[in-house]
């Protein structure tokens, strides 16, 4: 590391700590001395994401980040409680150690902590995801959704995260329309919004 104010190509150590992570250390040049400081961090071998089509591209934490804010979009949810969510799953998968991971388990992974977050934004990234081109598949997710709300209500104290007459609105109007997935699920956004 040259020094930033002369170029020189030599420095020493005066201070040295661990800070999140990484090494700070503080430096002062061999030549003017000048001090300056310098981190080190242990870089992250990279990831590559195998895609359904069996492509590999590598693993875009704003890629991840678009399409959970996308999904979370206009949802009552705390601040920062979607950058954390896509934190929390970079760190998971860093962690697992692997040089490839397939899109899936990574999509599992969304949904998984979106069901604990909200339920609209869980349906809407699960029809994005899971691709519900079948009306019947939506509806079975929303189903399942309502059903284990109930029982959440019921076995503890806590508030649900939604209404439940919006998931039940939201299952209503399933069962009319045999299609227009997607459609249904704006309105739930517009008609959660008013
Ligand atoms: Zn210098």
Known sequence: MNCPYCGYYD????????????IRRRRQCLSCDAR????????????????????R???????????IRKACEKRPLPTGSVDKLA???????????????????IGDMVMERLKNLDYIAYIRFASVYREFT???ALKQEVDTLV????????STSQLPLLPNEELKALAKSLRKRKSKGLRLINNAKTRSHR
């Open 57 to 67: 591209e590598e693993f875009n934490r704003n890629k991840l980040l678009t399409g």
């Open 134 to 136: 079948d009306i019947t």
């Open 147 to 154: 059903t284990s709300q109930a029982e959440t209500t019921r």
């Open 11 to 22: 420095s020493k150590v005066i201070d040295s700590r661990d800070v999140n992570e990484g």
């Open 87 to 105: 934190d929390d799953i970079e760190a998971e998968l860093y962690h697992l150690g692997k040089a490839e991971i397939p899109s899936t388990v």
């Open 36 to 55: 300056f400081t310098t981190y080190e961090r242990l870089q992250p071998a990279s990831l590559f994401v195998i895609k359904k089509d069996q492509r």
